[in-house]
């Protein structure tokens, strides 16, 4: 079995194991799986990701993931196989830093470049960038430096994220989740509020925000997910998306584990 094989096959086993155990509780016990948290939305909203991220392709889902525009409760990822594949057989880092991240990618969009320039590209802190932020990206060996001047040891970075959506839960405080669902915009094709059903009629009576934001919103109740405003693609920021997909990298071998950053770059453990 090839390891792309494995890894989806514990993906897919992963994922219903969760679901079923929650459906054998929900019957056994005859509670209802919204106990009036937040954190009991989490297992209906990847139970109906389908229906809300709306991609044939494969999907990994992430609960309380940092992308580095604040924590969604929950992000969905339609990744490309093939470019995953790629990816995990090249063994690159992850590179999990924006700083770092953010640097690489102006070196291997502009090989040759000297330092001079790169620091009045990125406008980081120069001392910072010089002493620390370039060294770290060599003897990762993400890049080296000939005759005073930058190149990438890779001709791009590569992405396997084909769509990715992000979804802010409430309870009912709809006022302050659509605050933060407009943060994720940053990285996400689409953001959503996902709010209890009970406490759904101030977010619909008020259904015209949402649209003027473009913030879609998601109405759950006891195993089921209502799509009552579905937003159009937003226009994320390159380096913010990259960031995001470089995080989900690098919790590949920590199945629905949250990105939690613990070094500059994660080196793939495969």
């Given at each position: 079995?090839?390891?792309?094989?494995?890894?989806?096959?514990?993906?897919?086993?992963?994922s219903a194991n969760v679901l079923n155990s929650n459906l054998e509780l929900q019957k056994e016990t005859k509670q209802k799986m919204l106990d009036g948290s937040e954190k009991s939305m989490m297992p209906i909203l990847l139970a109906n990701q389908q229906s809300i991220i709306r991609n044939d392709k494969t999907v990994l889902a992430r609960e309380e993931f940092s992308a580095g525009s604040g924590i969604a409760d929950v992000v969905m990822f339609a990744i490309d196989d093939k470019a995953l594949s790629k990816?995990?057989?090249?063994?690159?880092?992850?590179?999990?830093?924006?700083?770092?991240?953010?640097?690489?990618?102006a070196i291997i969009q502009r090989p040759g470049i000297a330092k001079d320039e790169l620091t009045a590209l990125l406008r980081f802190p120069k001392q910072s960038l010089l002493l620390e932020t370039i060294p770290t990206l060599i003897e990762g060996g993400l890049i080296e430096e000939m005759d005073s001047k930058l190149y990438g040891l890779a001709d791009e970075i590569q992405s396997p994220?084909?769509?990715?959506?992000?979804?802010?839960?409430?309870?009912?405080?709809?006022?302050?989740?659509?605050?933060?669902?407009?943060?994720?915009?940053e990285f996400a094709d689409e953001t959503y509020l996902a709010i209890y059903r009970k406490h759904s009629a101030a977010p619909l009576k008020n259904i015209e925000l949402f649209r003027t934001l473009d913030v879609g919103l998601l109405?759950?109740?006891d195993g089921n997910v209502e799509v009552a405003?579905?937003?159009?693609?937003?226009?994320?920021?390159l380096i913010n998306r990259l960031l995001a997909s470089e995080r989900l990298i690098s919790t590949l071998d920590n199945f629905n584990k949250p990105f939690v950053l613990r070094e500059p770059f994660a080196p793939s453990r495969f």
């Open positions: 079995m090839s390891l792309l094989r494995w890894f989806k096959s514990k993906i897919l086993k992963n990816r995990l057989k090249n063994k690159h880092v992850a590179i999990t830093d924006y700083r770092l991240l953010s640097t690489y990618v994220v084909m769509k990715c959506v992000a979804i802010e839960a409430k309870v009912k405080d709809w006022k302050g989740g659509i605050r933060q669902a407009c943060r994720y915009k109405i759950v109740d405003h579905l937003p159009s693609k937003n226009s994320f920021k």
